[in-house]
């Protein structure tokens, strides 16, 4: 569990710029919904192209944000000089390489438009292949590779005027283009595992067991960034259903029939069950969580500091939605409990369809970084007689929801979140970290997070943290207030063990204070 916290610092920052992004492609979005942009005109020419020209800027720094995860992780964890260069330089060899998939083999439809690169061809795939944080995942390990063989290089001989950085790229571009060759033969086989799940689901889109299914599935694909090629089957294409409307076009998906049928004022039954769930999960669950998580700091210093940013976050979940840095944050610092999160919003798929409470979109997003299910959305909604009923059961659902997994969150983090697997750990951290701080005696304030631990000892010299390996904790920190334990989710557990130990410890010296008076 030490590299997998780990990796938590190493994407802290890129998740920040996911989380902006988000927010402001959000904002954005929401301008064109037709009743706000009623209300918020721009009809200056120049301030409409202002606004696209935006639109588009923010899509291409979205679609880079595999490429910034990479470069992050690359900087903070590889420690080398030439690592963020090679990175890069991995990551744009084997995207360009996908283009030698053959279109009879993959579909033009996973495709991925970065940098706009692009080739007019009949028998292979005219874009780069959509490989999500999977890039990430094989260019870190070709770099980090690289740099280990590099050192290896004796510096005399043939080749000995070539320095160390200058064979990390040279080992970068080899691997890259094995690897990247093998993405282009393995990764076909990949969407075609995806797609038998997908036709398995659409077999029966009513039954609520394919929708649990189906959540599971969007799930793990919004985690490797691919979601898009799930949004694009069901909610754009014939696995999401098909409908005439009374003009005799042939409306394919479940999003473009909800949108349809609204533009013909004819009440949706039966379309909009794929966004349904999005509404509770960035309205109520996601909130609920974060005031959960937002519990766990034991010093009312922090409580008040980090307030005001759980209030824009939860703002934020219910206006207009943050799911993949949510659940990237989540899988970093608590994969157990976003165990928990996917079943419990997979379940909640499945009991909406069963319900028959489904609300789709206000307009035709695209899959492009499309934000559904917001506040916006819903609180449009209630202005609508035909709707409104159906938005009130979804709220419903939703309070019942944010009960149950405020609950769950506050369940794991209090009991779970350490000896779940391993019987013991919490007293082998307990005695790893008192060993490493001097002894119970030496601390004098001990406060927790969610994922750290921040100890003050009265006597710094009596701090050693190479006496012991302590169990969990991935990175140390030294500050004027004392250190920072990165411990991830049992953090609260472990303060909490240490804390009644240092109660019992005063209680006894007082009694034995008492017994000498």
């Not at 009879?104 to 080739?119: A, D, E, I, K, P």
């Not at 770099?143 to 043939?158: A, L, Q």
């Not at 379309?271 to 509770?280: A, C």
């Not at 499309?370 to 938005?391: D, I, M, Q, T």
Request: no cysteine; charged share 15%.
């Amino acid at each position: 569990m030490k590299r997998w916290h780990s990796l938590f610092d190493g994407m802290s920052a890129s998740l920040k710029y996911y989380l902006v992004l988000t927010i402001l492609f959000g904002v954005i979005r929401s301008l064109a919904i037709p009743i706000i942009s009623s209300i918020v005109r721009f009809e200056s020419p120049d301030a409409l192209r202002f606004l696209e020209i935006l639109r588009i800027t923010l899509v291409f720094l979205l679609q880079l944000f595999p490429f910034v995860v990479l470069v992050s992780l690359a900087q903070r964890k590889l420690k080398h000089s030439g690592a963020v260069v090679a990175s890069i330089i991995s990551g744009i060899i084997i995207y360009a390489l996908t283009l030698l998939t053959p279109l009879s083999n993959l579909s033009n439809q996973y495709g991925f438009t970065l940098f706009n690169l692009s080739l007019p061809s009949s028998s292979y795939v005219s874009q780069p292949v959509q490989l999500g944080f999977m890039l990430t995942l094989l260019s870190y390990q070709i770099v980090k590779f690289s740099i280990r063989i590099s050192r290896r290089n004796i510096p005399y001989g043939f080749v000995g005027f070539i320095d160390n950085d200058t064979w990390v790229i040279l080992y970068t571009i080899i691997f890259s283009l094995i690897v990247g060759y093998g993405v282009v033969l393995g990764w076909p086989w990949v969407i075609m595992g995806l797609e038998a799940i997908m036709k398995f689901i659409a077999q029966d889109i009513t039954n609520p067991v394919n929708l649990f299914i189906y959540g599971i599935l969007e799930h793990t694909l919004i985690l490797f960034n691919l979601q898009s090629i799930l949004h694009a089957n069901f909610w754009f294409s014939t696995m999401g259903g098909s409908w005439i409307n009374p003009s005799g076009t042939l409306i394919l998906g479940d999003v473009n029939i909800w949108i349809e049928q609204l533009i013909n004022n004819i009440i949706p039954v039966g379309f909009g069950r794929f966004i349904s769930g999005w509404y509770i999960v960035n309205m109520f669950i996601i909130p609920g969580m974060l005031w959960g998580i937002y519990l766990q700091f034991s010093d009312k210093f922090d409580t008040r500091r980090y307030r005001n940013m759980f209030f824009l976050l939860t703002l934020v979940s219910i206006l207009l939605g943050f799911r993949l840095p949510f659940e990237l944050f989540l899988v970093l610092t608590a994969p157990l409990l976003y165990m928990f999160y996917i079943l419990f919003t997979a379940i909640i798929y499945a009991i909406v369809s069963a319900l028959g409470i489904n609300v789709g979109p206000i307009i035709n997003a695209g899959i492009t970084y499309v934000l559904p299910g917001n506040g916006v959305h819903a609180l449009l909604y209630l202005r609508n007689p035909l709707l409104s009923e159906r938005v009130w059961q979804l709220f419903i659902v939703g309070f019942v929801s944010l009960v149950l997994m405020s609950l769950i969150t506050h369940i794991y983090y209090k009991y779970l979140a350490i000896d779940f697997i391993g019987v013991g750990n919490k007293q082998k951290s307990v005695e790893a970290i008192l060993l490493a701080m001097g002894g119970l005696d030496n601390i004098k304030i001990i406060h927790s997070s969610f994922s750290r631990i921040y100890v003050l000892p009265y006597d710094k010299s009596k701090v050693d943290f190479d006496r012991v390996n302590i169990f969990g904790v991935s990175r140390i920190i030294e500050n004027k207030n004392g250190y920072s334990l990165n411990f991830g989710g049992a953090s609260g557990i472990v303060r909490k063990a240490i804390m009644k130990l240092l109660i019992e410890m005063k209680l006894k010296e007082l009694e034995n204070k008492s017994n000498e008076s």
